[in-house]
């Protein structure tokens, strides 16, 4: 079974080819002020129409208002909502469409919240917990104990992120049994900056799992 890919936090026509070039089956744009990786809803729009049905297109967003969501969506047209704040089921259950929620690990504790989402989004992701005095939810380069999801009874069909590069993609895998993996950092130059050479060997390394 082939591993899914999303890489997250584009930002430039080139890096968006780059990722379809390499096969990527998802690509996210992030909508949140804070993040070096913010884009308006017009650049996403552009970007999102120049993925031309290659790829499903993601937006991210951190506890932002429906209204703000609803409206980005009409405009960009993304296929997906990414939750990746402190969003109860009910908000994101209201939403409609395809949702997901990011679900930030530190220990196997952490692990419980994805259960009060059944029903609510179509798919969790796993994340590293930041330090609480973090300004980002994701996209830090850091990673969990991937051990933790050995074993795991999910409840909700799920995806990977967290510290993820092309140099370890094929551990995640084996130690997770992922079959989507998400990626922001570990394809970038600096903070917000994506790398299409980056972008590529990520994508190769995940088509070789």
Known sequence: ?????????????????????????HVGFVFFAKSPRNVTPEQAAALVARTAGRARTV??????????????????????VQLHGSEAAVFAAALGGEVWKAIPVRTGADLTAAVQYRGAVSRILYDAKPPKCADLPGGTGMRFDWKLLT?????????????????????AVRVTGASMLDVSSGVESAPGVKDVDKIGAFLKAASQC
């Not at 074993?151 to 551990?171: F, K, R, Y």
Request: one cysteine or more; glycine letters at 10%.
């Open 59 to 80: 937006g991210l967003f951190v506890d932002a208002e429906a209204r703000f969501i609803d409206a980005v969506r009409r405009q960009t047209r993304i296929d997906v």
């Open 151 to 171: 074993g795991h009874s999910h409840p909700l069909p799920w995806i990977l992120a967290g510290g993820l590069d092309a140099d370890n993609v094929a551990e």
């Open 1 to 25: 079974m082939p591993v899914h890919t999303k890489i997250c936090g584009l930002s430039t026509p080139e890096t968006l080819d780059a990722a379809l070039a390499g096969g990527a089956s």
